[in-house]
Structure formats: C-alpha cells, structure tokens
C-alpha cells in the first residue's frame, strides 16, 4: 500500500478555499481532486461540506476503483466523474469541478463557448464543447459523457450544471478555472452591446498557443 500524503490533503483544503475566493463556484458545490503521480490515489474533497470549515482530516483518499484509502468522511458524490478523467487521461493530475455563473450560461443555452480572450486561447484551447446528452449529477453516466465531451482538452461544459476541469497540475487546474468563467462573461457582455464578437483566426490561436508553449515565462519560471 502506498503512503497518504498530508500535503496533498492540504492542497485539497488551499484549493476549496481559493475556489471561494475567486468565486468560481458557490455554496458548497463543485469539488476537486488531486492524483498522486506515485500512488495513483485519489485525494478529493468531501461531500457537501462548506469550503471555509474543511478540515485535511475531512479529505478521502481512494484508489481508482474508489475503494476508500483513508479518510471518515463522505467522499464527494462526483466522485465517479473525477475517476473516470483519471482512467481517461493519463497527462491529468488535478481536476476541479465548478458551478459558475456565467460558464453555465452556455451549457444551459445549448452552445459551446468560443475564445474570445487571449488568456483562454493559451491555456483552454479555441473553443469549450458542452458534454451531452444531460447526465444526473452524481451518475457513473455524467463521467462517461463528461470524459468524452472534455477529449484532450482541459475543460468541458456541463449542461444546466457546470464545468469540469482537468490538468497535469492544480494551479493550472485552478487558472483554466477561472480564465473559462471570465471569458464566458466577457463574452456574455460583448454580446449585450450588439456591435459583434471578433474571433480569433487559426493563425491567431496557433500563435498564441505556440508562444504560451514556448515562450510566455519560461525564462522566469527556469529561474524558480
Ligand atoms: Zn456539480
């Protein structure tokens, strides 16, 4: 058996907490997990607990076929759709799930949602697809049609629910997180003032995701 680590515990906590702050989810829905590259355990946040009182204690640790590793309480009831991306996705560590406002919008609506700012092409891709058809949240179901609708991407659209994110690592799971809420206001609003959205073109998005890939603080972040 492998070892439990208190410090991814402590990421889940950091993460929930962060998750308020930035207001990408509210109440105590949406949750987050984490896979230990080593042990290929699952760490992730209890069921229906407020994010400001968990405690690491309240975080269950589970194997992939969801066998509880350690941990009392009520592990998420999302948990069969954190599973599966993790199955589905060898690259992705941290997965984060979010009911925001302005992302769910376009899953209700029935539309993908498409870049319209620079962040979101770096890091989300050029255009987010709504999972379908409609799955019952806590369903093995919302997994499997949540783990097609994402494909290689790092986020999907839940509709009349909200987003499932994933990434290699959780501050990159925590940022598409809100690059995708921010962008889908931002379109939201442009759409009120009726003068149009500019898109991007093929040749905009690969060069700025070439440049995000190659570029984009690498000389800083070398210097960590
Ligand atoms: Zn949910």
Redesign the pocket.
């Known amino acids: 058996m492998g070892r439990v680590k208190q410090e991814l515990k402590e990421l889940i906590v950091s993460t929930g907490v962060e998750m308020i702050k930035t207001g990408i989810t509210v109440g105590t829905?949406?949750n987050i997990s984490y896979r230990d590259p080593e042990t290929d355990y699952m760490y992730i946040s209890p069921s229906g607990m407020d994010y400001m009182k968990v405690k690491t204690d309240h975080v269950v640790v589970m194997d992939l076929d969801l066998n509880i590793i350690e941990g009392e309480a009520e592990p998420s009831i999302?948990k069969h759709m954190h599973v599966a991306v993790y199955k589905a996705r060898p690259d992705a560590h941290a997965v984060i799930?979010t009911?925001p406002t302005f992302s769910t919008v376009f899953g209700v609506a029935g539309l993908p949602l498409p870049a319209v700012s620079e962040d979101f092409v770096q890091i989300v891709g050029e255009e987010i697809a709504i999972a379908s058809p409609y799955a019952l949240?806590g369903t093995p179901e919302l997994g499997e049609v949540a783990v097609k609708g994402l494909g290689k991407n790092g986020a999907v659209l839940?509709p009349g629910?909200?987003a499932l994110i994933a990434a290699a690592n959780m501050p990159m799971a925590l940022k598409i997180s809100t690059v995708l809420e921010k962008n889908a206001q931002i379109y939201l609003y442009a759409k009120l003032l009726g003068n149009g959205i500019r898109l991007f073109s093929r040749e905009e998005i690969d060069a700025m995701q070439n440049f995000a890939k190659n570029h984009y603080g690498k000389k800083n972040q070398e210097l960590v």
């Open positions: 829905w949406g999302e799930h009911h949240p839940l629910h909200g």
